[in-house]
């Protein structure tokens, strides 16, 4: 029984290198490949952080297991070892962690630069948001401009409106505006590592390019109310000259009054 704690404390850290081994393969992981350019650099970060955290993990873990054994098999005559303390131990696990924050805080800055700073965006994508994406409960509500013309941050007369489903070009820098008309929400689409919050009272950037044409889920990653489990929408990524279709289709239908054209009707 000595012994036994030894064995528990070795015994986590297997199972938890045997989960992440077999994570991928069950769906437990991020959807994989990301689909879109920041992807594959937000999955590196994640990656680096996660070897260091794993190395520090199985170390602690192994050399607890390692101290329980020792005392375990110690003869019942041995005495213990008492320490009030080293300078120098205490001196070596500042100055690691403070390296290791320090690579890590390093490292990631370009890429959070390409992510959260505006000048870092992409020119192309820069140039005019594709959509406005408003946030409420419990749904997404899409602006876009009229073909034509660009959209402005305030809606105007012709504007075109939908709910949960966004259109935009794949293979593309695009920028949309992200809103949120009451409490606090959070955009997020999974395969392409997309997240931010929408913040009231604020218009926030948000850039992608997305490799290849598809539909990406969208979901809601900030508890937002009794609904926040059903605030999901579609982003579909086509060329641009089917997205510019999509807005005729759709302003085509917004103006539609239900009055059948003269011509038409004799």
């Known amino acids: 029984m000595k012994k036994f704690w030894a064995i528990f404390f070795w015994f986590w ?7 992440c081994a077999v994570a991928p393969a069950n769906n437990w ?3 994989s490949p990301p689909l879109s350019t920041l992807g594959h650099q937000i999955d590196g970060l994640f990656y680096l952080i996660l070897i260091i955290v794993a190395v520090t993990f199985i170390g602690t873990q192994f050399a607890l297991g390692y101290a329980l054994w020792k005392g375990a098999t110690k003869g019942s005559g041995d005495k213990a070892w008492f320490s009030h303390g080293s300078h120098k131990l205490e001196i070596i696990w500042t100055i690691v962690p403070a390296f290791i924050l320090v690579f890590i805080s390093l490292t990631q800055l370009d890429v959070l630069a390409e ?8 020119k192309e ?7 406005e994406v408003m946030a409420r409960q419990f749904e997404w509500r899409i602006r876009y401009a009229r073909p034509g013309t660009e959209l402005m941050n305030e809606p105007r007369p012709g504007d075109l409106y939908y709910v949960n489903e966004v259109h935009v070009p794949a293979v593309q820098p695009t920028m949309i505006n992200l809103r949120t008309q009451d409490v606090q929400h959070a955009f997020f689409v999974p395969r392409l590592r997309v997240k931010q919050d929408a913040v009231p009272g604020l218009i926030i950037p948000v850039w992608f390019e997305i490799e290849q044409a598809g539909e990406y889920e969208l979901l809601c990653a900030e508890l937002c109310g009794w609904g926040h489990y059903k605030m999901k929408a579609r982003i579909i990524a086509e060329t641009p000259e089917q997205v510019q279709a999509y807005l005729s289709r759709l302003e085509q239908e917004q103006n539609e009054d239900g009055v059948a054209d003269e011509q038409s009707s004799q």
């Open 13 to 19: 850290p297997l199972v938890a290198l045997w989960l």
């Open 29 to 31: 992981w991020f959807p």
């Open 115 to 122: 992510i959260r700073v505006i000048s870092h965006f992409p």
């Open 125 to 131: 994508a820069r140039k005019a948001p594709a959509a």
